[in-house]
């Protein structure tokens, strides 16, 4: 594993991971957290998907922390939030049969300590306005403000300190998303839509959208298969093959109309 800004800055082998589909996140104190995407559970036990390493890559933590992951961010703090796509939420893999556990993830979007202690679990099920999280789309986390577009209604969220405020939202399947104070970008879509980037701006209840794009690499040529698009406070990283692209939204023209 190695930390690149953009350079590398460090590195750290990690012996014996047996864990698939991993997500990697820095964490305080030179530590390094790997999650796998799934976790199956058994009457003997569930599998442990996130190991935390130190800085000679053994191991100081193991937990589960669900099945069904789609993202991972870990915070400067070391803040540790986990969305989860349809699966994590309803159960598959053992979870959430009669006579077996809930899925962790039933709530869509948790908060884990950097010890890999929950500490905070989306409200999906209250009759808020935000309404439940079925599968979280994208995620994004800004300082220590958490941000997400989830399935069904795709509303915007923001999660600050416990506290959550929600924007309704007409762009579907957004599967990215980049902000940077009330300027919010969505990449994605279904379909013909899958390179769609939306740019609006948050008024007191909706996004509201501005202007529309096309994404391209830089010698015009349409994204690659398998492109990997993470947004991160107001950036969008494109990561394909051996290529690591950054959007910022400064780069993109802002139409106030």
Same mark, same amino acid.
């Given at each position: 594993m190695s930390i690149h800004a953009p350079h590398r800055t460090a590195s750290v082998e990690l012996s014996g991971l047996k864990l698939a589909h991993v997500t990697v996140q820095p964490l305080p104190g030179d530590r390094v957290?790997?999650?796998g995407a799934r976790a199956r559970w058994r009457p003997e036990g569930a599998d442990r998907n996130a190991i935390v390493y130190d800085a000679d890559g053994h191991v100081v933590a193991e937990a589960t922390l669900g099945d069904g992951i789609s993202h991972v961010f870990a915070t400067h703090t070391g803040d540790i939030w986990v969305g989860y796509f349809d699966e994590g939420v309803y159960? #598959? @893999?053992?979870?959430? #049969?009669?006579?077996?556990?809930a899925p962790i993830g039933e709530y869509g979007? &948790? $908060?884990?300590? %950097?010890?890999?202690? !929950?500490?905070w679990r989306f409200p999906s099920h209250t009759s808020e306005p935000w309404g439940a999280i079925s599968d979280c789309? *994208? @995620? #994004? &986390? =800004?300082? =220590?403000? *958490?941000?997400?577009?989830?399935? !069904?209604d795709f509303p915007i969220v923001s999660v600050r300190d416990g506290v959550v405020t929600s924007w309704r939202n007409s762009v579907?399947? *957004?599967t990215a998303l980049a902000v940077k104070d009330a300027r919010v970008a969505l990449l994605g879509g279904y379909g013909p839509h899958h390179d769609r @980037? %939306?740019?609006? !701006?948050? =008024?007191?209840?909706?996004l509201r959208v501005t202007d529309e794009y096309r994404i391209v690499v830089p010698d015009g $040529?349409?994204?690659p298969k398998r492109t990997q698009v993470i947004? $991160?406070?107001p950036d969008l990283h494109v990561l394909s093959g051996d290529d690591w692209y950054r959007l910022g939204l400064e780069d993109i023209p802002h139409t106030t109309a």
């Open positions: 957290l790997v999650v159960g #598959n @893999l053992g979870w959430g #049969n009669p006579g077996t556990p979007l &948790i $908060r884990f300590s %950097s010890d890999l202690e !929950t500490q789309y *994208a @995620l #994004n &986390i =800004d300082g =220590d403000t *958490a941000w997400a577009c989830y399935y !069904t579907a399947g *957004a @980037l %939306s740019v609006g !701006t948050l =008024d007191s209840e909706d $040529r349409p994204l947004g $991160r406070g």
